[in-house]
């Protein structure tokens, strides 16, 4: 008798968050689950190619074995890289003069 894996799948983009509940047979890795759920038909632009995949917040390839429990997520691309974001966030406070601007400057220009 096979055992079934009770999995969830998490996608989420800026105007839709889907979790998607899933058994699965034992064995069936994040390739399976990603066919079992139809999140592919749902969101036609997701690449299955170039999609990153992981399970609980750590990165997993398709072919990895999924456990019971688990949760499948599937990553988009970042907008922005956050270093850059971060690095215009302090320019900005610089230039504004604000006192939390202030305490990334040096000490003799305070």
Same mark, same amino acid.
């Given at each position: ?19 998607? !509940? *899933?058994?699965?047979? =034992?064995?069936?890795? +994040?390739?399976?689950? %990603?066919? /079992?759920?139809?999140?592919?038909? #749902? ?21 990895? !074995? *999924?456990?019971?429990? =688990?949760?499948?997520? +599937?990553?988009?691309? %970042?907008? /922005?890289?956050?270093?850059?974001? #971060? ?24």
């Amino acid at each position: 008798m096979s055992t079934l894996l009770s999995v969830e799948l998490a996608y989420a983009e800026p105007g839709a968050q889907v979790l998607i !509940p *899933l058994s699965l047979p =034992d064995g069936a890795t +994040l390739r399976d689950a %990603l066919a /079992a759920s139809g999140i592919l038909t #749902r969101f036609p632009h997701l690449d299955p190619a170039t999609l990153k995949t992981g399970v609980f917040g750590k990165l997993k390839p398709l072919d990895a !074995p *999924l456990a019971d429990h =688990d949760r499948v997520e +599937l990553y988009r691309p %970042l907008v /922005a890289d956050p270093k850059a974001a #971060r690095r215009r966030r302090v320019e900005k406070a610089r230039r504004d003069g604000s006192v939390e601007g202030r305490k990334w400057t040096n000490r003799d220009a305070r």
